[in-house]
C-alpha cells in the first residue's frame, strides 16, 4: 500500500495538539445529580413521616446485634426503639426537647436529654439526609476534588452548615450517590476520635433510593459497626403523641 503523506502530516498535527482536560462538574451540578438519583426532590419532599427497621450492632465481646425501629417525622421529630432482652430502650426527641428511658440501666422512667444530648440530636440531619434541599437549609457547598473510597472514584465536597459547623461527604462519580460522610466525633480514653459513616446497599423503595446498610467507623479502632435497613415504610401516619414524653414504666407488682 502507497503511504499517504497528506494523512500522516495529519496525524503528526493531531499529536502535537494538547488534550483538553475534562472540567470537573461544579458542586451544586453534583448535588443535582445525586438528589435525581435519590429518587429526586419532588418525591423526597412528599415525604412527611419515615420509618426504617432493621439490625444495628451493640458492641462488645461477641458483638451483638439488637433489632430497632426508627420514626422520624417533620418537623425534625424521631422517636428511635432498640430492643434487647425483652427490653425496649426509647429515645424520642420532639424537635426541641427529649427524653429516653433505658431499661437495660435498670432507668425505667423518662429521663430529660443532657444539655449535650439536646444540642447534638437538634444537629441531626432531617429524615432525607443532609444534601437534600441543602440551600434551603443554609448549607453552603465546595467541591474539594476527586478522593477515591472503596477504590471507586468520588467527587469530595464541603458542606458548611448554617450553625457555621463543616462536614464532608463523599459522593460517588458513577452513581452520584452518597458513599461517605464525616459523623459526629466520638470521645474514647480522653479525647475526641473522628468518625467516617459508609453508606452502601443501595435500593428503590417507594420512589427513593435508601442505603440499606451503613457502616461507622471510629478512628483509632478497628470495630466497625453496622446498621442494617430491612424494612422501609413512607408517610405511615404518626401522632404527635409517639414523640412526646415517654409514659412511666407500671410500677412492678409486690409479692
Not at 438528589?35 to 458492641?59: K, P, S
Not at 437538634?122 to 434541599?133: H, K, N, P, Q
Request: hydrophobic share 40%.
Amino acid at each position: 500500500m502507497t503511504r499517504n503523506p497528506f494523512l500522516a502530516t495529519c496525524l503528526l498535527s493531531l499529536a502535537a495538539v494538547p488534550l483538553l482536560a475534562v472540567a470537573a462538574p461544579s458542586a451544586e451540578q453534583i448535588l443535582d445529580k445525586n438528589a435525581a438519583a435519590r429518587g429526586g426532590l419532588a418525591a423526597w419532599r412528599a415525604v412527611q413521616t419515615l420509618t426504617t427497621e432493621g439490625m444495628m450492632d451493640a458492641g462488645g465481646k461477641p458483638n451483638r446485634e439488637l433489632p430497632y425501629v426508627l420514626r422520624q417525622k417533620r418537623p425534625h421529630k424521631s422517636r428511635l426503639e432498640i430492643t434487647f432482652k425483652d427490653q425496649t430502650s426509647v429515645q424520642v426527641f420532639d424537635g426541641s426537647e427529649g427524653w429516653k428511658v433505658r431499661p437495660f440501666l435498670n432507668r425505667t422512667d423518662a429521663e430529660p436529654f443532657t444539655a449535650a444530648e439536646t444540642e447534638a440530636a437538634a444537629a441531626t440531619d432531617e429524615l432525607e439526609g443532609a444534601l437534600i434541599d441543602y440551600a434551603a437549609k443554609g448549607t453552603r457547598v465546595a467541591y474539594v476534588g476527586e478522593e477515591p473510597v472503596d477504590g471507586h472514584p468520588a467527587y469530595k465536597l464541603k458542606l458548611t452548615l448554617k450553625n457555621g459547623k463543616e462536614r464532608q461527604v463523599w459522593i460517588d462519580a458513577g452513581t452520584y450517590l452518597e458513599v461517605r460522610m464525616d459523623g459526629e466525633p466520638r470521645r474514647l480514653d480522653g479525647r475526641l476520635h473522628n468518625v467516617a459513616l459508609y453508606f452502601r446497599d443501595y435500593r428503590p423503595e417507594h420512589g427513593l433510593t435508601v442505603p440499606h446498610l451503613q457502616e461507622t467507623v471510629v478512628e483509632g479502632t478497628k470495630q466497625k459497626f453496622k446498621l442494617t435497613v430491612t424494612k422501609v415504610a413512607v408517610n405511615e401516619p404518626m401522632a404527635d403523641a409517639l414523640f412526646g414524653k415517654p409514659a412511666a414504666a407500671p410500677a412492678a407488682k409486690q409479692p
